[in-house]
C-alpha cells in the first residue's frame, strides 16, 4: 500500500481525540506522511501558513470554546492566504441549525458528520488529495522536484516588482495565490497549453 505524500491537519478542540479514536489515528498515519493535530485553533492556522510547502489536507471542527475563534473563523483565516488547501468539515453540530453559505464561498471540499466511520473519512481525505493533485501547484512541486536543493535556491525569475524568486518561492506564491503566483500560474497554464496544441499529440505522465 502507498502511502500519499500528504499531512492531515486536525483542528479540534477536543484535547483526548487522539486517545478516544486511537483506530482512526492508526489509519491515518497508514494512509498519510504525517498527522497533525491543534487543538489551539491559532497554533493549526499558524501551522499551516508556515508549511505551504507541503501537500496539506485539513479536517475542521465547527464548535470551539466562546474564548476560540469557531469553525467559521478558522476557515475564514485559512482562506486569507489560501484557496488551493482542500478543507474537509469534520463537526457534530446540527447542519440543518448551522449556517453553511460562508464554508460553501470558502471553498469547503466536504462536510462531514463526526459519526462518520474511519474508512468514510480517510476516503474522504483520499478524494481531497485526489482532487488537489490536479492543481497547478501540484504539477509545479512534481517539476521542482526533479532540482538539486541548491538548483531551487537560486534566483529563477523576477517578479513584476523586481523581486528575484527561486523556484521554492514560485511555489509558495502560488500557495498564497498572491497576484504574482496567480500570474505566473495563468502565464504557466497558456504557455502549456499552447505547447500541447503545437508540440502535442497526446498527453503522457
Known amino acids: 500500500m502507498s502511502q500519499s505524500n500528504a499531512i492531515v491537519v486536525i483542528i479540534d478542540d477536543d484535547k483526548d481525540l487522539e486517545s478516544s479514536k486511537r483506530g482512526f489515528f492508526i489509519e ?9 493535530v491543534f487543538d489551539t485553533p491559532s497554533e493549526g492556522v499558524e501551522f499551516i501558513q508556515n508549511n505551504l510547502q507541503e501537500r496539506i489536507l485539513v479536517l475542521l471542527d465547527i464548535g470551539f470554546p466562546a474564548n476560540l475563534p469557531n ?39 466536504a462536510f462531514l458528520s463526526k ?8 476516503n474522504k481525505l ?14 509545479l512541486e512534481d517539476w521542482i522536484a ?21 523556484l521554492n518561492d514560485i511555489l509558495k ?3 498564497l495565490q498572491t497576484d504574482t503566483g496567480k500570474q505566473f500560474s495563468k502565464k504557466l497554464t ?16
Open 28 to 36: 491515518l498515519r497508514m494512509e498519510f506522511k504525517e498527522v497533525r
Open 71 to 109: 469553525g467559521h473563523v478558522i476557515m475564514d483565516s485559512i482562506r486569507s492566504f489560501s484557496f488551493l488547501i482542500p478543507v474537509i468539515i469534520w463537526s457534530g453540530v446540527d447542519q440543518t441549525a448551522e449556517p453553511f453559505a460562508d464554508f460553501i464561498n470558502n471553498k469547503t471540499f
Open 115 to 122: 459519526a462518520a466511520s474511519n474508512e468514510d473519512i480517510v
Open 126 to 139: 483520499k478524494e481531497a488529495y485526489k482532487f488537489a493533485d490536479h492543481d497547478v501547484s501540484v504539477a
Open 146 to 166: 526533479t532540482h538539486s536543493e541548491e538548483e531551487r535556491a537560486k534566483p529563477y525569475m523576477l517578479s513584476v516588482d523586481g523581486k528575484e524568486l527561486s
Open 173 to 175: 506564491e502560488i500557495r
Open 190 to 205: 497558456k504557455l502549456t497549453i499552447d505547447l500541447l496544441i503545437r508540440k502535442k499529440e497526446s498527453l503522457n505522465d
